[in-house]
């Protein structure tokens, strides 16, 4: 099937897009975080950045925590793909999978001790604070100037403040050496300075947001969350669906025409509305909500398809020549027939996320997404809080938001000619 | 095909049924306690009567609570047969605060309050009772009071009958409120009041049904449930009122303002109708050429584009900068629109229209011209064209006359499917671009908490879509004479 795919320059254009965003999410903490990696303080090595990265009082949203942990467990899951076959490499995944769920559970019941107890790190951190906030001081002196002619005060950076506030001149050269995250200083949960007036004199990358936040970190988080609500929402659509589909599709007849049925009435509620509904009833606006309601009304496709598969599969000679060796219903529905019916499913994957994607984004947007979450569509929320007129906080999570749109579509289109090239 | 429509027919009740059931569901979702001021909607809307849960008042949750029954049992009734000892334990267990979580305490409150209504002359035993510890018969008596006070009719056009059983509760509310037990009372002025309590029960027993006999139990049994209330409500179509005005009904409000919306969702279709099918012959007649590629590739990306991308994208872009477009509202202000001729009305309406009609329409445009190309190139394949070419006929004519009616089917069928997502999509434009439709109303109603606008719209939108299926299989049905739906 790769072979197929590989011959659509745009479709293999737009899946390295899609991985490349992947990456960007998973290893997001890399990019932008407010602990260096390593730190040469009085002489002794220190490492903020991984002593930090599975603690919840940093990390507050378990979602994070979640991709800190995969940070590590996908890599060697790769590896384990090229080095094991069949079903040692079944059984690696699984153990694996187990251990990411296990390791998070420890982790969010609050596993990990605040690395502050330490007094030395508790010293580290201001000195590291201090530094980074000066370097964004000097790193923002040409704004600064033209902020001082055009406004005729002083540019209330961070360590500006600081300073205003009566904050001793901390002796940086104990802080002998320093690799800071790889493109923005600031966790895009911490306050990183400021204001709407500052926003029109710094360049892009230095945006804040409403709440003071650091756009281009929040931008790179907000990655993590469209990609799990795409995936989480299509796993859970396909749970339901396949089962749901093979089912009716093996047994046909009457078994057919109840799930059938069923599918076409649940199929007449409009996802969207349902999911307004659901979320101003209950007035809970939670990630985990949103991806289970979109999975709960997000399955009917895949039953169809899976069902029409499934009962042109039935009429085959293996499907005989099973019930004639009287296996049962479930190992030929689940073991024989479910293998080769499931591939034409591929090419409804990439759409279903977009549809999942673009709907948590939705919502957001319409502000009713999770509070204090750094998802796109709340991004453009707030950016519209400031529309028309300056809206530059709004383009650039609709930007993102539409690169990556349209990347899985174009995949999705690329996977449907090349499974399917009868249809082109 | 008769039959196949008479079962199509049939399916219907039971869809409608499905989608009451699920929204029967959520609507139990609904928490069990009035949101507080701390988790304000958007706009800040939803702090203006929220906060004060007393008993009585306008109190828009507890509306809510009772005009859906939601303070009733889900699907059997059984409160009435509670017996003395029941309420013993309760009280006991209300009594022991400490024992439970905040919200276990809370949960078990609100139980007890719905149930009071059903229990009263045991509840002011209780009260009454000296045997009792003063906190226990503080509590009956307080859940007395919650069972003797009820919410009055609601709504425009109150009999008047119904205006003096309003009069009647309201009198009733006051009196009981008054006699609320607060916490610094003396034991005397606690039993005063309760001696009122117990007067004021006994001077009521009549009008009010406090108890009931066996066959009016099984009856409230059934009848006195969720299901059957909210089942009640919408057979009648009783979507109840709007939050902050008693006098408007949700449906009203949504006829005025329905016109709005199906402009912009019955314009789309038809200009998506012609527009895809022109897109889709092109693609289809070029087929695996350069506009087919490139145009397949644009419809695509098109596709992607979310709506609430590319209407802010409008308004900056196009609205800001021309003056042509202008980017709120169904027409120009009424003092201004009032004025005009009918033409220039006409004129204000489509300027007004232009952006937001794009941004509805593009998507859909989208998909169908990429549907319209399969359902052309399908039909260019059949043996009719091929005779069609043989006897010299010009591809123009082929592809419009022959094939384009062919093709139509297809669109026309996916066109009317698509009705809901229409619908859905035209919520957030219509939102962005101010036009006080249906969606806009449903989407204020959200950050307001007006759960009747809520519920109903949901209904409606099911149901808009369920139309829509529908029209499709009976459009299909009737365009092609070779669908045979046995």
Not at chain 1, 133 to 153: I, P, V
Not at chain 1, 240 to 247: D, K, R, Y
Not at chain 1, 388 to 417: H, N
Not at chain 2, 333 to 361: F, K, N
Request: aromatic share 12%; net charge positive.
């Amino acid at each position: 099937m790769w072979k197929q795919f590989r011959r659509y320059k745009v479709g293999v254009a737009a899946f390295t897009c899609v991985v490349l965003f992947f990456l960007i999410g998973l290893y997001a903490p890399f990019f932008a975080s407010s602990k260096p990696f390593v730190v040469l303080w009085k002489g002794h090595f220190y490492f903020p950045f991984f002593r930090y990265l599975f603690y919840p009082g940093f990390y507050t949203k378990p979602i994070d925590l979640f991709y800190n942990l995969l940070m590590f467990t996908f890599p060697i899951a790769m590896v384990g793909l090229f080095l094991f076959k069949a079903r040692k490499r079944k059984m690696f995944l699984f153990s694996l999978a187990a251990l990411q769920l296990i390791l998070f559970a420890w982790i969010v019941s609050g596993g990990v001790k605040d690395p502050e107890q330490d007094e030395e790190i508790r010293a580290l951190n201001q000195v590291v604070r201090y530094s980074l906030r000066k370097a964004q001081h000097e790193r923002l002196g040409h704004a600064r100037l033209r902020f001082q002619k055009e406004t005729g005060h002083e540019m209330p950076t961070l360590f500006a403040i600081d300073q205003r506030n009566g904050q001793k001149e901390i002796e940086t050269p104990s802080l002998q050496w320093m690799i800071p995250a790889l493109v923005r200083p600031f966790h895009w949960e911490e306050n990183a300075g400021g204001s709407q007036l500052m926003n029109q004199y710094v360049p892009w990358w230095e945006l804040t947001r409403i709440n003071r936040k650091d756009l281009f970190a929040s931008l790179l988080f907000g990655v993590r969350i469209s990609l799990f609500v795409g995936i989480a929402a299509v796993a859970i659509g396909l749970m339901i669906g396949i089962p749901l589909g093979t089912v009716a599709g093996y047994f046909a007849g009457k078994v057919d025409l109840v799930i059938f049925r069923g599918i076409e009435i649940w199929e007449a509620m409009p996802t969207f509305f349902m999911l307004l509904l659901i979320v101003a009833i209950t007035q809970h606006k939670s990630l985990f909500l949103v991806i289970i309601v979109l999975g709960l009304f997000g399955w009917t496709s895949f039953s169809r398809f899976i069902r029409g598969e499934v009962l042109k599969q039935r009429e085959l000679c293996y499907v005989l020549a099973c019930k004639g060796l009287g296996y049962p219903a479930r190992r030929i529905m689940f073991g024989h027939i479910l293998p080769n019916a499931i591939s034409p499913i591929l090419t409804l994957l990439p759409f279903a996320m977009m549809g999942a994607i673009s709907s948590e984004a939705a919502l957001s947007f319409l502000g009713l997404g999770e509070e204090g979450a750094t998802s796109w569509g709340v991004l453009m929320d707030e950016g519209r809080s400031v529309f028309p007129g300056e809206s530059y906080l709004l383009w650039p999570p609709a930007l993102l938001l539409t690169i990556v749109l349209i990347a899985i579509a174009l995949v999705g289109d690329t996977l449907r000619d090349a499974l399917d090239p009868k249809l082109r | 095909m008769i039959d196949y429509f008479i079962r199509r027919l049939l399916l219907l009740p039971l869809t409608l049924f499905a989608i009451i059931l699920v929204n029967f569901v959520i609507l139990n979702l609904a928490p069990g306690e009035p949101v507080n001021g701390a988790n304000l909607g958007q706009l800040g809307e939803a702090s203006r009567h929220t906060g004060d849960a007393g008993p009585t008042g306008e109190n828009p949750y507890l509306l809510f609570r009772e005009h859906y029954g939601l303070t009733l049992p889900i699907l059997m009734n059984t409160w009435p047969s509670l017996k003395t000892h029941h309420i013993r334990e309760g009280i006991t267990r209300l009594l022991h605060k400490e024992e439970m979580s905040v919200q276990a305490h809370h949960d078990l409150k609100t139980l007890w309050g719905d149930r009071a209504r059903f229990i009263m002359p045991l509840l002011l035993q209780e009260a009454v009772a000296s045997t009792n510890s003063h906190e226990a018969r503080k509590i009956a008596a307080h859940l007395f009071i919650r069972g003797g006070t009820r919410q009055g009719h609601v709504g425009i056009r109150l009999t008047e009958e119904e205006k003096r059983e309003n009069r009647k509760i309201g009198e009733t509310n006051l009196l009981l409120n008054q006699l609320h037990i607060h916490e610094k009372d003396s034991v005397e002025e606690m039993e005063r009041k309760i001696g009122e309590l117990a007067s004021w029960f006994k001077l009521e027993e009549k009008e009010y049904p406090f108890t009931w006999s066996r066959a009016e139990k099984i009856e409230l049994f059934f009848l006195e449930t969720r299901f059957c209330k909210y089942l009640k409500r919408v057979f009648l179509l009783n979507f109840g009122t709007v939050r902050n005005d008693n006098n408007k009904t949700v449906i009203s409000e949504v006829v005025k303002r329905i016109k709005y919306s199906l402009t912009l969702a019955v314009i789309p279709m038809v200009i998506t109708f012609a527009l895809c099918q022109f897109f889709g012959m092109i693609m289809a007649f070029y087929q695996r050429g350069l506009p087919d590629y490139l145009l397949n590739l644009f419809f695509l990306t098109l596709f992607a584009i979310p709506v609430f991308v590319a209407a802010p994208f409008l308004i900056e872009k196009v609205a800001l900068r021309h003056t042509l477009f202008p980017y709120s509202g169904f027409h120009s202000p009424e003092e201004t629109y009032d004025t005009l001729t009918s033409l220039r009305r006409m004129g204000d309406i489509i300027r007004h229209l232009i952006l937001p009609l794009t941004a509805v329409i593009y998507s859909t445009l989208a998909i169908q011209s990429r549907i319209s190309r399969t359902a052309f190139l399908e039909a260019l394949h059949q043996d009719y064209v091929r005779t069609a070419r043989a006897k010299g006929l010009g591809w123009m004519t082929i592809l419009t006359k022959h094939v384009g009616r062919n093709a139509a089917v297809t669109i026309v069928t996916s066109l009317a499917a698509s009705l809901g997502v229409v619908l859905g999509g035209s919520l957030i434009v219509e939102t962005l671009f101010d036009i006080n439709g249906f969606g806009k109303f449903f989407y204020e109603a959200i950050l307001n908490r007006d759960y009747n606008v809520v519920l109903f719209s949901a209904f409606a939108g099911s149901l808009l879509t369920l139309v829509g299926y529908f029209v499709a299989d009976v459009a299909y049905a009737f365009l092609d004479p070779r669908v045979s739906y046995s």
